[in-house]
Structure formats: structure tokens, C-alpha cells
């Protein structure tokens, strides 16, 4: 499975747009891009996938590059709660392994 | 609610001891998955089971091994804690993968952890 790169840490002010990067270029036609958070104690939370196209749920957009080789999530109006580890992983999915690397922390600050 | 529940959320054992954490969904999932959390290093995984009595090694199976003996149940086993041992152990599972996407997702446990003195 693809390695992703994303920075270490990020801040964001509370009710503006956190928009998280991370770069996969090493990404190939068959595999996801699936973004996962983790508060302080819990385990990791599902967030978004997406393959080729943008995708939008409740809780954030995906933005993916033509290429693939990096995607953005945003969380439209961060609040307090949306502090928490983020992480991006490439994977194919199915029987495949889900390899987490260190994520971004974000900050939100009032 | 659906739920992967981990059996132990705190654990303090002693160096030699036998360690089992025990995992159950209850999404009749087909995959599931054991990774350890240690700070900096992010999640690891140890081992993953995709069918009942089917298991394959992930990263850094040295010291552990798991039973999936049924579809719903995914143990992992320390035979001889060590201290390198200590860590926050997360339980995964998720369906086999919607053939037509390709797609599939995680859900995670609340975690287990483990000191081993």
C-alpha cells in the first residue's frame, strides 16, 4: 500500500475552515484514500474515502488531486471538538492492511 | 449501535506473564485487526484475521500470535509479556469490501492498555 506524508501539527481558529493535506504520491489506480480521526483516549473514527472524485459527507470534504498524488480534508467550521489526530491512509481495500502513519494533530483554538 | 468491543480497557501484568486481549464485533465483519499505539509511532499493526481461523502477520507480529475461532472474536496473545510490550492495543474490524468499489472501513474499539511491570 501507498506511504502518505502529512505534517506533523496544524492550528485552526474555531468556526473557521481546517483544511488538512497529505501527499500520496506513490498511489496507485486501484487504491482509496480514506481519512481517520482519533480524540485523546478513543480509538480512531471512520471520517471519509474517496478514489478518484471529491466527496462530502456530514462531517468533512475530500478534495483529491487530479493525479491522486495528494487530497485535502476539510472540516468546513471546526469547532473545539475537532481537535484530535488526523490521519490519511492509501489503501486497496478489501483484504488489504490499513498502514496508519503519525497524523496530523490539529489545534483548534477559540 | 454497532460496536467492536475490547474486553479490558486497563491492564497491569508482570514481565512473563500470559496476556490475552480479547476483541468482539458484533457487524458480523469479516475482516478483523489488532495494532498497537505507541506516541510517535502512530498505529501499528500486528496481526490481521480476514475469515474464521484465517490470520496473516502485519508489521511487528514478534511476540504475539491470535485466535479467530469465531467470526465475531479476535484474540491477541502476549505468551510472555515484556516490558517492550507496553502500549495501547486497538481492535479493528470491517466488512470483507463492497466488490463494487472496492472500498472498505474501519471501525475501531475504545482500546486496551496494557502495562506490563
Known amino acids: 500500500d501507498a506511504k502518505t506524508t502529512q505534517p506533523p501539527s496544524m492550528d485552526c481558529a474555531e468556526g473557521r475552515a481546517a483544511n488538512l493535506p497529505c501527499n500520496h504520491s506513490?498511489?496507485?489506480?486501484?487504491?482509496?484514500v480514506y481519512w481517520y480521526r482519533q480524540i485523546h483516549s478513543q480509538g480512531p473514527q471512520y471520517i471519509i474515502h474517496g478514489l478518484k472524485n471529491n466527496e462530502t459527507n456530514e462531517m468533512a470534504s475530500l478534495i483529491i488531486t487530479e493525479d491522486r498524488k495528494s487530497s485535502t480534508l476539510i472540516l468546513p467550521h471546526a469547532t473545539l471538538r475537532d481537535t484530535a489526530v488526523y490521519y490519511c491512509i492509501v489503501s486497496r481495500g478489501n483484504f488489504n492492511k490499513f498502514y496508519f502513519g503519525s497524523g496530523t494533530k490539529l489545534n483548534v483554538k477559540p | 449501535d454497532v460496536k467492536v468491543t475490547q474486553s479490558s480497557r486497563y491492564l497491569v501484568k508482570r514481565t512473563g506473564e500470559k496476556v490475552f486481549l480479547e476483541c468482539v464485533q458484533d457487524?458480523?465483519?469479516?475482516?478483523m485487526f489488532w495494532y498497537r499505539q505507541d506516541p510517535g509511532l502512530g498505529l501499528r499493526l500486528i496481526y490481521f484475521s480476514y475469515d474464521v481461523k484465517m490470520k496473516e502477520k502485519g508489521d511487528i507480529p514478534e511476540g504475539y500470535s491470535v485466535s479467530r475461532e469465531k467470526k465475531e472474536r479476535f484474540s491477541l496473545i502476549l505468551e510472555s509479556a515484556s516490558t517492550n510490550q507496553t502500549s495501547m492495543y486497538l481492535c479493528?474490524?470491517?466488512?470483507?469490501?463492497?466488490?463494487?468499489?472496492?472500498?472498505?472501513?474501519?471501525?475501531f474499539g475504545a482500546g486496551s492498555r496494557l502495562t506490563v511491570l
Open positions: 506513490t498511489i496507485s489506480g486501484n487504491e482509496y
Open positions: 457487524m458480523d465483519h469479516e475482516n
Open positions: 479493528a474490524s470491517s466488512e470483507r469490501g463492497n466488490t463494487r468499489t472496492g472500498a472498505n472501513v474501519l471501525t
